[in-house]
């Protein structure tokens, strides 16, 4: 877990992969206890920790991830979600040829297999995406930028599988994934409006080195 800002309010880190955001089942080190043993540690605080999880990445992507110190500040920060002033931004490879357009559909979460597939506008909820910026890449793939407005599960996975686009490594969604390999999707850049300041705050991390490989 790197650290990438910390204040009284704040700390922001950046997740690493194959890492849950908070324990699961596989009881697995996660990323909330890491944030708060850091906490405890360095600050020598007693008994529990208050550390706020406000937003979520997939155990398997790596990224940039914002933790509330504080309860106010954790409120604020998922009030800015629901207002849409939480910006967030991922770096996909998918397969194929993509250009910059915006994605709409309806997705519906299935609990019991954890995946969420397309459906109706009737059963499903509302999921858009914005793809900014696209690069074809020699092997017949497109490194793509994409501003996330709606934070559905699995969303931007599931939307490129359904286009026949599925992400480079995606061991869930993509019809021949190669066995093993890390998926190559990236939460490579976070803005949000600071709990207290109300400043404007922009987290980027740079690609990691099997990113493009």
Not at 78 to 98: C, M, P
Not at 121 to 138: A, F, M, N, P, R
Not at 155 to 169: D, E, F, L, N, T
Not at 185 to 212: C, G, K, N, V
């Amino acid at each position: 877990m790197k650290i990438v800002f910390e204040d009284n309010h704040l700390l922001v880190v950046i997740k690493p992969v194959n890492v849950p955001m908070q324990e699961d089942e596989s009881k697995d080190l996660d990323l909330l206890s890491m944030a708060k043993q850091y906490i405890k540690t360095t600050y020598n605080k007693p008994g529990n920790v208050y550390c706020g999880l406000v937003h979520r990445l997939d155990r398997p992507v790596s990224g940039v991830v914002v933790f509330a110190k504080t309860s106010k500040a954790a409120s604020r920060l998922s009030n800015q979600i629901r207002l849409h002033q939480f910006d967030k931004q991922y770096t996909a490879v998918v397969e194929g040829l993509v250009y910059p357009e915006t994605w709409t559909d309806y997705l519906v979460k299935d609990s019991k297999t954890n995946t969420s597939k397309v459906t109706t506008k009737d059963k499903g909820k509302y999921s858009e995406l914005e793809i900014i910026d696209s690069k074809h890449l020699k092997t017949n793939q497109s490194l793509i930028t994409i501003d996330l407005k709606t934070g559905r599960s699995h969303q931007i996975r599931v939307q490129c599988a359904s286009r026949m686009h599925p992400i480079v490594g995606d061991q869930r969604y993509h019809p021949n994934p190669i066995k093993n390999q890390q998926i190559k999707l990236l939460a490579h850049s976070l803005s949000i409006l600071h709990p207290i300041t109300q400043e404007r705050m922009t987290f980027t991390i740079d690609y990691p080195s099997w990113f493009l490989k």
